[in-house]
């Protein structure tokens, strides 16, 4: 979790089994966004891995693209992460929302 104050703003999870770390489910409220949060969560993750054994990390997160921007995967970036493989996602769109 991350915090501002006494106040969560965005929260993360890491799975850890064996020598493998899965990172995932991550989110920011909309209010803390483009403040650092995730980057932060992501930092820790991954030293917690480290610390852990972990020799390695996994995560998924959609493309970065022109129509499409996608924060996430460019954090993981600059945190080091590289892509290991692109694969089709589904994307549900509720136009009745």
């Known amino acids: ?3 501002d104050d006494e106040r969560p703003i ?10 493998g770390a899965w990172l ?5 409220s909309a209010a803390a966004r483009n ?9 820790k993750r ?3 891995a480290k610390r852990l054994g972990c020799s390695w ?13 996608n924060p996430s995967y460019r954090n ?10 692109l694969r089709d996602k589904y994307l549900f769109e509720n136009d009745r929302a």
């Open 57 to 69: 990390v996994t995560a998924e997160t959609a493309p970065d693209t022109p129509d499409r921007p």
């Open 1 to 3: 979790m991350a915090f």
């Open 46 to 48: 991954l030293d917690d």
């Open 24 to 28: 995932g489910v991550a989110g920011t």
């Open 35 to 43: 403040k650092g949060a995730q980057t932060a969560l992501l930092a």
């Open 10 to 19: 965005a929260g993360a999870a890491m799975f850890v089994r064996n020598e």
């Open 76 to 85: 993981m970036l600059r945190a080091g992460m590289r892509v290991a493989y």
